[in-house]
Structures are given as C-alpha cells and as structure tokens.
C-alpha cells in the first residue's frame, strides 16, 4: 500500500516539482498554507506518513505548522522534512530542527537524493517506533505515546490494558516457531480490528501487547469484550489471552499504568488464565509457592513473589532504614512502588505525591539494569548464597522539571526471584546504624565505581561568554575556566583531572580557537575528548575545515540553552558510546581468539599437577557439553541460553583450578590423606573460587561469574550433604550442578593410580545407587541419556 | 520540448534532466506548470506597487524555481534583485524597476521557448 506525503507549500510550482520528483511511488495530499496542513493533519493524520514542508524566510506561517505538530501525542511518529532553498538562513533550519523536523532538503532538487532522503526518512521512523512483525507500535513509541497523551490531554481519562497470549511458550514449542509468529501476527490484526481512531496498541515483548485508549465506557466491559474477541482456533490450537486493564486514575504516568496493568495481569493469569482482570478490584488471592515471614528475610527464598502478601513486607523491611524507598522492576520497566517518610523529606519532599513527581523517569539508566554481569553475579550469589553478598549502587536522581539537582544514593539489592522481578531498596546515608542493621541480615558487599559527573573545558577569553556557558552547564557538568591559550595548553598538558570534552571559543585571544584544535588533531586528542566549538555571532568560519579538523559540533551565540545542552549532552554520548564499543571490542577480541586456548593450557597445567594425562579435564568438559545439551532438550524450567552452556562447557575445565594452592602431594595420593589434609584438599573448591575473584577484569566477565559458582559449589550435593556450603537441591547453581556430576563421573571412568577404569554402565548404575552422593535426579537421567554417547566418545578402556 | 529555443532562451536543459533524472516528459510537464505559476506577475505587480515584503517573497520564489528548472539566465539577473529586496529597503523599489526590465526579458524569453 502506497504511503501518502502531505505537502505543505504556498507555491503551486514547488508542489508540482516535488511531486514530479519524488514520483507515483507515494501519494500526495497538497496544503497551500500553514492552516490548511494543520487542519488537514488533524482530521488525516493517520493516513499521512510524512510532511513535507517549505521553509520559507519570511513567512512564519510554516512554523506555526510545526509548533503545532509538537503538541500533539502522535507527532513524534509523524516525520517532516523541511524544503529550503541554497542559502537559507542556517538560523531558520536551526529553529526547524528543534521543533522536531526530522531532515531538510535544498533547492535545486536532485531526484535521487530527494527520492532516497524521503525514503530513508519514511522507513527509519517507521522502522524505529514499529515492531518488526506485528507493524504495531514497538515500546518506546508507545510510551512515548502514552507519555504525550497523558501529559497533553489531562483531562481526559485513559486505560491502558496489558495482555498476553496463555500458554504462548508451549505453543511455540509443540507447533513450531513459525505457527508461534502467525499467532502473534494474528492476533496483532485482530487487534487493529477492534481498536477505534483513538487507540494505539503495542507490543512490548515477546507474547506481551499493550493497548493504550481513552475511556469510553465501563473498563469491565472494555475488558471483557477485549478478552472475548481475541480468542480463536488457529489450525487446531485454541489461542485464548489473559488481560489486565488500569485506569489513568490510578497513575498518569506511563510505568505507572504499566505497573497496574501489569499487576491485573498478574491477577488474571492467577486465576486461571483465558479471563481478564481490573486492576483494583482484586478480590481473589494470589496463590503463593512460599509462605513469607520476617525470618525468612535472611534467607530469602528464590520463588519469592510481588504481591499483596509479600508487599507489607517489604515495606517492613525499607520502613525500618533510614531514606529507603522500594524500586520494583521487571523486565526493563522501573516503578517506585514504596517510600517511607524520612525519605520523602530527605530528598526536600513533601508528599509521596512530590516524590513521585520529583523522581519520576529518573531511575532509567541510574540503576543498574539486571542483566549486567555485576548484578547478576549479585542475583546469583543471593539466590544461592542466602544472601550473603549485597552490590552497593550508587547513582544520582535528577529532577525533571525546572533545576537541575543531583542527589547521590546507595542502593542494596535485597532481594531477585527468579521470576525476574527485582527489588531495590535505597537507603540515602548509610550510618553506622544502618550498616549494622544491613550487616545483621546479610554479609559484606561489593563496592562499584563512583559515578561522576563529566568534566568540561570551557576556554573562552571573554568573562561574559564563559559565564553564560556556565551558568547553562554547571548544573549536570563540572565546569573548569581557561581564558587564554596558555591556560588552556596548560589545562591540557599539565591538568590532573580527567576531562571529559572541550568548549572551545574559535574567536579567543583573537581567533586563535583554530590553532588549537588544529594541535589538538596533532595530537591525536580528537579521537577521545570531543572538541565543541563556540561560534560568535559574526564569526566567518570555515566549517568543513573545524569538522575536518575534528571539532565534533559546534553552537553559536545568541545561546540558546536547551540546544547548547542538547548539542552537549548528543557529543558527551556519542564519544561515551564510542569508546564503550571500542572497549568491548577489545575485550571480545581477547574473550574469543585467548579465552579458550589459555584455559586449555591452564587446565591441562593443573591436571598434570595432579598426576592425571590431561585427558580428564577433556572428558569432564565433553560430559559437560553432553549433559547440557540432554537438560536443554529435556527439562524447560532450567533457563539457560547457549551463550551460557558455552561458557558453562569452557568454564567447566578449570573448575579445579583451586587444586593450584593445594600441595602437589596431597593431590597424587588420595588414598593416604590424613583428616586434615583431607579437608585441606575440599578447600580447592573455595581457593578456586578465591583466585578468579582476584583477576582483574572478574566484574566484568560473565565467564569468570559462572567459573566461580562452578569452582565455588561443584562439590555440593543434591541432599545437601557436600561442601563448602552444605547447599541443596536447586540452590545450587545448575552450572555447578552439572559439572559436579561430570566430575564425579569422570572421576569413575577415569584410571587411578590406585584401581583401574570402571565401564560406563558399571559408573551410572554406581551414580544411581548413590555411591558419589546425592544428585539432582533430572540429571541423572540426562546422563543415562547420554550413556550411548559417552561411550562411543570415551571407550572403556 | 524545442531544446534550441530553450537553450536560447538561456535555460540549461541538460543541466535540468541530469538532475531530473532524465525524465524529459516530466521536465516538460513542469515547464508546462511553470506558465501557469503566477510568482513573476505578483513580482511585477508589486515593484509597481512599490511593495518591497511581497516583492521580495515573489522574487525569492521566483528564484528557486528557476534554480530547480535550471533557467540559468533569469537566474542570474534574479539573484541580484532578490538581495537587494532583502534589504526591505523601500528606497531600493526605483533600482528594482530597473533591473525588472532585464529579468522581463528573460522570463518572457522563457515562456516564448515554452511554447
């Protein structure tokens, strides 16, 4: 289907030769003036795919066309591209571009640059706010969407509804990932079916779609009628939803209509699936896997659940410290769901309400997201090391209107569940109080790199341009003042603190702004600390020759504040990002090509150590391998990825590494162990566990965290009888679990100094029997599964 | 489309369907829109009327259609009247009027070529 462009130009000539140029592929709806575009986007918006605009000098009318376009929800999916003409007042494409136009093209036209900028405008924005399959919103446009709705329109009243297809795991695993598609893009269209010109529906994971709609009627029947519609039999299978609805009025924010819609959701699926919920009538119990009590606070279980019972609890427990307030996320959505009192005046609030307000979207990209290898570690060790490890986060809370304010925070991470959910508890100052509370109920924590704010260069010899700048940026930046060459060489060469970018006035100590940057390229300096120049009002300057020379923006007086702070904050991120990459890369790099081959000498080093041929620590790392593969097949609710079996499979040969500060002596003659030394010999698995805590980049690596679970607890036993932790059950780490049973098997079917190989067959049944421990019993039939396999691999000898 | 006539008329045609893709029937459907654009009469009307705001918005359209069409001659005598009406200087009109006879010419070259 075609897409349409509006074309917005007084001159009927430039309508018809941009039509001509940009050719049949579209179709075309033309506006002679600011007020017919306008009213022509507010009945047709939705058929429009692009405004096409003509900038023209005089005329103000065609900015009035884009300050209205600013203010409405859906604008932020509407591109425009502006049409100026060779020459144009910068000034004017300036103002263009910060009230939203997406691109801009000059006269006299090209056909193919004119055709491939509509195009690549067209697509990217579509592109970049649908979802790829369903072609219905993607998250970010919907929040935005939902954003917008909420803040422009407050009088009206909104319901969000969250929904997710029941059972979309197991349907996509008995028919197939492409019937799992179909079903997704099926319900997608039944969707768009029965949603009116006003709603907006998205899908913002897998099997999980928002619909977002101004209220029209009761929510229960919305709700209803939604859940009874989406249902139908897709080639034999019943496809049926489960459905939350919130209204506006318990949060005109977006997470928190999310939340709450999420919390239905939640409810509905409770009771059964197939049925829909609203979210503040709940009227039937959640059930529970674990009863909660505040003993339990030590030990949390890891089937911990949000929800009305477990909620009171959780506000016990941050109540009860100081500044603390509750962050629940899931997913990647944050909500502030709790705050106590001495925290809402610490942060100079009033009211929750305030607070909310005052902290609203602030926690994006301030708490860690769960998925980063120093917070999982943290999971992880809380999940299995009933809590004895907490990670300390530190961040700042911006407030979002107004001021600028930076607050610092400590966050404890008290608790995951493996459902995903985690909570935050942040606690603003710890006292000694506070800490001895904390450590009562856990052990020590993990402190992380300081967070600071970046630090800019402002070099400019006149005191009134340097004090506008500041007075703009001293708020999230730390400013440092030079106002001649020297100064600034100095600053440069000489200066101790780290600077994060350079402002550069072209016209200090007459005009010599160039100079410097040209010896700042010299110097390779331009790669990492961004250059941003400071134009004057009559400043001639060679623009392509600052670019080439590696300035990496620039702004001009008059200031304007907010595209000095945009411009600032685009090039702070672009060279973060950057070197973000870079870093990557290398440490990818270093991962892929030596990663493996050092561990295989590592291991093989110990193994010899060991008095064994090396071979063993091949075998362990193939049953491993053998018995990953079996339990990803076999069992669901282990959720484990194949980056992960990877690394669990290379991670699997050193698990021994501990045996590195046993003595050699001990390690040869097993048999001839007194107690002690015995026990001296089970602490390989702690000493190992040590060592990689040691290295250098151990925060880092994902490798390292699960190397160190495995050497940690590959001793440990299903019915809790092993060491060093006496753990059980799942509260070991499957990777551990895994490999402690290649190890025992290995350790059976492997030569001994002191008796001969024992077959495969005679090794499992001796397994079974309990004769190495007690192991999960999903494992054991794993490697029963794989007998046939191990055999064939490593015959008996 | 009498490329000769065009040419004489001072319009680069070549120039015009190298950018345009080489699309010589919407070259001349364009040619054919531009004698109905009336930006060159308002022009005219209003360095008459002495009006240097509507006289300056027509000249400067006028301007980028030439470019886009490539009529390089009105072009180049429009240019000089567009920044002089940019100055908005009223005194300017009497030194417009005189250019305008130039630009005259050029415009009614163009529309003869047209045809």
């Not at chain 1, 029947?221 to 049926?240: P, S, V």
């Not at chain 2, 006028?62 to 470019?67: D, R």
Request: some cysteine; overall charge negative; hydrophobic content about 40%.
């Amino acid at each position: 289907m075609k897409k349409t462009i509006l074309v917005v130009d007084d001159s009927f000539i430039d309508r018809r030769i941009i039509i001509a140029l940009l050719g049949n592929q579209y179709d075309y709806i033309e506006a002679q003036t600011g007020h017919e575009a306008i009213s022509i986007l507010e009945k047709r918006h939705r058929e429009i795919s692009l405004v096409l605009i003509d900038l023209v000098i005089e005329d103000v009318e065609e900015l009035a066309v884009l300050k209205w376009l600013k203010r409405q929800p859906w604008s932020h999916n509407m591109p425009t591209i502006a049409m100026a003409s060779n020459g144009c007042d910068p000034l004017r494409l300036e103002s263009a571009y910060m009230l939203g136009v997406n691109d801009y093209l000059t006269r006299p036209f090209a056909v193919h640059s004119v055709r491939q900028r509509v195009y690549n405008t067209l697509n990217l924005t579509h592109k970049a706010s649908h979802d790829a399959l369903t072609d219905l919103y993607n998250r970010d446009a919907v929040e935005q969407y939902v954003e917008r709705s909420l803040n422009l329109n407050t009088h009206i009243e909104y319901a969000m509804v969250m929904l997710d297809i029941d059972h979309f795991k197991e349907i996509n695993d008995s028919r197939g990932h492409a019937f799992g598609d179909t079903t997704l893009v099926n319900l997608a269209t039944r969707m768009r079916a029965l949603l009116g010109p006003n709603d907006v529906a998205a899908r913002i994971g897998g099997d999980e779609f928002i619909i977002f709609m101004p209220v029209e009627d009761e929510l229960d029947h919305i709700a209803k009628r939604l859940q009874d519609q989406l249902k139908w039999n897709q080639d034999g299978t019943e496809i049926h939803c489960s459905l939350g609805i919130a209204s506006s009025k318990e949060s005109r924010v977006y997470k928190g209509m999310l939340q709450c819609a999420d919390r239905a959701l939640y409810i509905a699926k409770g009771n059964g699936r197939n049925q829909y919920a609203v979210y503040g009538t709940q009227n039937k119990s959640v059930e529970e896997k674990n009863n909660l009590t505040e003993d339990d606070m030590h030990g949390l279980g890891n089937m911990m659940v949000l929800n009305e019972q477990t909620l009171p609890f959780i506000h016990r427990v941050t109540d009860s410290m100081p500044g603390g307030f509750v962050i629940y996320q899931k997913d990647a959505n944050l909500t502030l769901i709790h705050v106590n009192e001495v925290a809402i005046s610490m942060y100079g609030c009033e009211t929750e309400q305030e607070f909310r307000k005052f902290t609203e979207n602030s926690f994006e990209g301030m708490v860690l997201p769960a998925d980063l290898p120093q917070v999982q570690q943290a999971i992880s060790l809380q999940i299995n090391g009933r809590n004895k490890n907490f990670d300390t986060v530190e961040f700042r809370i911006r407030r979002k209107d107004g001021d600028l304010r930076w607050v610092e925070n400590h966050g404890r991470l008290i608790h995951t569940s493996t459902y995903g959910d985690v909570f935050y508890v942040f606690i603003k100052d710890i006292t000694e109080a506070v800490e001895q509370r904390l450590q009562q109920t856990a052990g020590t924590f993990i402190p992380m790199q300081e967070v600071k704010k970046p630090r800019i260069l402002l070099a400019a010899s006149e005191v009134e341009h340097r004090e506008a700048l500041a007075s703009i940026l001293s708020g999230p930046y730390e400013i440092v003042e030079t106002d001649g060459i020297d100064a600034t060489v100095d600053c440069l060469v000489n200066g101790k603190q780290q600077l994060d970018m350079i402002l550069l006035d072209v016209e200090m100590s007459g005009n010599v702004g160039m100079d410097i940057l040209q010896r700042l390229k010299a110097f390779d300096l331009t790669d990492k600390l961004p250059v941003m120049l400071v134009f004057g009002e009559n400043t001639s300057t060679d623009m392509a020759k600052a670019f080439s020379l590696g300035a990496v923006d620039y702004v001009s007086r008059p200031y304007d504040m907010d595209v000095v702070r945009q411009r600032i904050k685009n090039a702070l991120e672009l060279y973060k990002r950057q070197s973000e990459m870079a870093h990557k890369l290398e440490q990818q790099t270093f991962n892929i090509q030596n990663l493996d081959q050092i561990v295989g000498m590592l291991s093989h080093i110990m193994e010899y150590r060991s008095g064994g041929s090396g071979r063993r620590i091949s075998q362990i790392k193939m049953v491993t391998m053998l018995l990953l593969q079996r339990l990803l097949l076999a069992d669901t609710s282990y959720k484990i990825s194949n980056e992960e079996a990877e690394l669990i499979a290379l991670a699997s040969t050193i698990h021994d590494i501990g045996n590195l500060m046993v003595p050699e002596r001990y390690l040869n003659k097993p048999w001839n162990l007194s107690e002690e030394e015995a026990e001296l010999v089970k602490t390989h698995t702690v000493q190992g566990a040590k060592l990689l805590s040691s290295l250098p980049h151990f925060d880092n690596e994902r490798l390292t965290a699960i190397a160190w679970s495995i050497c940690q607890w590959h001793h440990e036993r299903w019915d809790g009888s092993g060491y060093p932790d006496h753990l059980q059950g799942d509260s070991i780490p499957i990777a551990a679990q895994i490999v402690g049973l290649a190890d025992a098997y290995c350790a059976l079917t492997g030569d001994k100094a002191y008796r001969s190989a024992i077959s495969h067959s005679k090794a499992i049944e001796m397994i079974v029997a309990g004769e190495c421990g007690a192991f999960n019993p999903v494992l054991i039939e794993c490697l029963r599964d794989c007998e046939t396999e191990m055999a064939r691999m490593m015959p008996d000898a | 489309m009498n490329r000769f006539k065009l040419h004489s008329a001072g319009v680069n045609v070549n120039s015009a369907l190298a950018r345009l893709g080489n699309d010589k029937a919407m070259y001349e459907g364009l040619l054919r829109d531009f004698i109905r654009d009336d930006h060159f009469v308002k022009l005219c009307e209003a360095v008459a009327a002495k009006d240097v705001n509507e006289a300056f918005s027509n000249a400067h359209a006028l301007k980028g259609v030439a470019g886009n069409l490539s009529f390089d001659r009105l072009s180049a005598l429009i240019g000089p009247v567009v920044e002089k009406l940019r100055t908005k200087d009223a005194g300017i009109m009497d030194e417009v009027a005189e250019d305008m006879v130039a630009v005259k010419a050029a415009y009614e070259q163009i529309i003869a070529a047209i045809g």
